[in-house]
């Protein structure tokens, strides 16, 4: 048996911190906390006998 797989995941504020928070020195270009947006892609494949 072969399959494939795909897989895309995609948070806002997955731990709870608040995106407009002080320093503004921790924020980028569009004035947000970074680290409060993760998005992740997955591809893979499996082999069992």
């Known amino acids: 048996m072969y ?6 995941r995609y948070w806002v504020n ?16 569009t004035g947000n906390v ?3 947006v993760e998005s992740t892609w997955l591809v893979g494949a499996n082999i069992a006998f």
């Open 3 to 8: 399959s494939v797989f795909v897989g895309y």
């Open 34 to 36: 970074t680290g409060t």
């Open 14 to 29: 997955k731990f709870g911190i608040d995106p407009q928070q002080t320093p503004v020195a921790a924020a980028n270009s």
